[in-house]
């Protein structure tokens, strides 16, 4: 399974980009479930990412294959910034626990739209 993220991965990176490197991979912990391989993939020009998943059938479960577009990167102005914030409080007492009770706070200041990150230079 690991060589197949790498073929994948491999494949989303050819065709020129990655003589530029303008798309890293950075493989995630699946953490407890069995058989599932995820990557986080960044776009170092535009600050794009994404979440790659494969996981294999199971009895309970069809597998697949998904990208799951997160967002795009909001720099910062300096170092340990918070950028955006979102909060969920629980709720009351027979309410069902769910992201469809949840109720978001405000984020800490306006978010405007990202501007293209410049790409890292190796040496």
Avoid: C
Avoid at 8 to 32: C, E, F, K, T, W
Avoid at 88 to 99: C, F, H, R
């Amino acid at each position: 399974m690991h060589l197949r993220v790498v073929l994948v991965l491999s494949a989303v990176m050819s065709n020129g980009a990655q003589a530029d490197a303008r798309y890293q991979a950075v493989p995630i912990d699946a953490g407890h479930e069995f058989g599932m391989e995820k990557a986080l993939i960044l776009d170092t020009v535009a600050g794009h990412l994404w979440i790659w998943t494969e996981s294999p059938a199971t009895d309970e479960e069809p597998g697949g294959r998904y990208v799951i577009y997160q967002g795009q990167l909001t720099p910062g102005s300096r170092m340990g910034e918070v950028v955006l914030k979102q909060e969920w409080v629980m709720g009351k007492p027979g309410e069902e626990n769910s992201a469809a009770a949840a109720k978001p706070v405000a984020p800490a200041k306006t978010v405007t739209p990202a501007k293209p990150v410049a790409p890292v230079k190796r040496k």
